[in-house]
């Protein structure tokens, strides 16, 4: 492997995602002609030790030469700027915020292939790829990101101390269909939000620009991957947060990459379905847009997004399935503690003859402080018969609300048919953000109810 390190794409300026890879591998790096040498992302616990130390190694470099220097751009923070610039806009409404709208999982899906290819070049490896971290059986941060001494340990994190909650990985246990999907976001059927109603239940957002300005979080953005954000990072109790809970700093973290991984190689699980792959957007505000990313040698490249295989982006993964393997992961069992704290709480009417049942909050308020929740039915007057239905988690936000997700749906038809009440009690209870949290923000909302949607 005699990888000159740090060369850039001999073309600069525009590349296409297929272009772009293709130049990476023409930087000198040996070319994986056959199909079958596609780079592999693996499942960190199952990543062989000497990938595991280059990708340390070539990290902790990268760490090392932001801290002589800010400004190298063959540095950790250069690479991390890249989501910082882009996704802490301060209003939603901004062309360049790639969350809260369809660009969410393609401008994700290319910053880590841009990040992958600058660690091939800079570790002379043209196979290295990035690990995942398969939440939905590994309920704590892998092993190989909190090693003491690591760089992929080197974050600001106020982890708490448990399992991540089954509903925070949208493991949606008291509903049988979603509970067999493992990630309950795979059973949307289409890609793209035609109507600010449609954003909550869609698996990648709305169209950005759209006529009306819309924005909110699709069902992907909001949980899974908003509440492992902010369990990541928590909050510590003088309530400064870990870098992986604001947008701002999230993608110094390395761990960043390996949650992004798990969610990227979703979104490839949801597309092995023709179907539903063919709601993916081809309208040509899609297809032609490109996105800038730093490159090594202080220049930037731009990558189109018209072809959006991760094939053509120089990876693949191990495996699309969502659990590894058929044990239950831990958690699991623990039943949800409606006996202890509550943010919220409401005994509701559930109207009789509908065949689905949904609850919607409205008015929901984010504070200046992280916030994740878990949102669970019972029969009133009935303490063993406690549901979780879902969790919603928001981003501390300084000021003005980026990201207005203030009307959060939860589709209860299948707890409510278990419960077979015609009252039903809510409660809203906090999931603890730091490892000695003992106070929590307030849930801010206007209201709540059982309503039984059209079909
Ligand atoms: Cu750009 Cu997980 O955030």
Not at 30 to 35: E, F
Not at 100 to 117: D, I, N, Q, Y
Request: with cysteine.
């Amino acid at each position: 492997m005699s990888q000159p390190p740090n060369r850039p794409p001999p073309r600069r300026g525009f590349l296409s995602g297929l272009a772009a890879a293709g130049a990476a591998l023409a930087t000198g790096l040996p070319a994986p002609a056959a199909p079958s040498w596609l780079p592999l992302r693996c499942d960190v616990t199952r990543i062989p030790p000497d990938h595991l130390a280059l990708l340390e190694a070539t990290i902790g470099e990268m760490q090392q030469r932001s801290r002589r220097d800010p400004a190298d751009p063959k540095g950790w923070r250069v690479n991390a700027l890249a989501h910082t610039r882009l996704c802490s806009s301060v209003s939603n409404a901004d062309p360049a915020q790639v969350h809260g709208c369809w660009w969410f999982l393609p401008w994700h899906r290319v910053f880590l292939a841009v990040t992958e290819w600058k660690l091939r070049a800079l570790s002379g490896d043209a196979t290295l790829t990035l690990p995942y971290w398969n939440w939905s059986n590994d309920r704590r941060i892998p092993a190989a990101f909190t090693r003491p001494g690591s760089p992929l340990a080197d974050a600001e994190r106020h982890t708490p101390d448990r399992d991540l909650r089954p509903v925070e990985v949208d493991r949606l246990l008291c509903d049988p269909a979603r509970s067999a999907l493992g990630v309950a976001a795979l059973e949307a059927r289409r890609f793209t939000a035609r109507a600010p109603d449609e954003i909550p239940g869609s698996f990648g957002g709305i169209a950005k620009p759209n006529g009306g300005a819309w924005h909110g979080r699709s069902k992907m953005e909001t949980v899974p991957h908003n509440a492992i954000h902010n369990y990541v990072g928590g909050e510590a109790a003088d309530g400064s947060v870990g870098d992986m809970t604001g947008l701002a700093r999230a993608a110094f973290d390395p761990v960043f990459f390996a949650h992004h991984g798990n969610l990227d190689r979703l979104w490839e699980i949801w597309r092995q379905d023709p179907a539903r792959r063919a709601t993916e957007p081809t309208d040509s505000d899609f297809t032609q847009k490109q996105f800038v990313f730093p490159w090594l040698d202080g220049t930037v490249i731009a990558v189109s997004m018209s072809d959006l295989e991760t094939r053509s982006l120089g990876y693949a993964y191990d495996r699309l399935a969502v659990m590894r393997d058929g044990a239950t992961p831990p958690g699991d069992a623990v039943a949800p503690n409606a006996a202890g704290p509550r943010l919220a709480s409401a005994i509701l009417p559930v109207p009789s003859g509908a065949t689905r049942h949904e609850l919607r909050i409205s008015g929901v308020q984010p504070g200046d402080r992280p916030l994740s929740v878990e949102i669970c039915l019972a029969r009133p007057g009935d303490p063993a018969s406690w549901l979780s239905v879902g969790a919603l988690a928001i981003g501390p936000i300084p000021g003005l609300a980026t990201f207005p997700d203030s009307e959060p749906r939860f589709d209860v038809t299948a707890a409510i048919r278990a419960l077979a009440t015609p009252l039903v009690e809510v409660a809203v209870l906090p999931l603890a953000l730091g490892p000695s949290q003992r106070s929590w923000p307030a849930f801010q909302y206007a209201g709540m109810a059982i309503v039984a949607p059209a079909a």
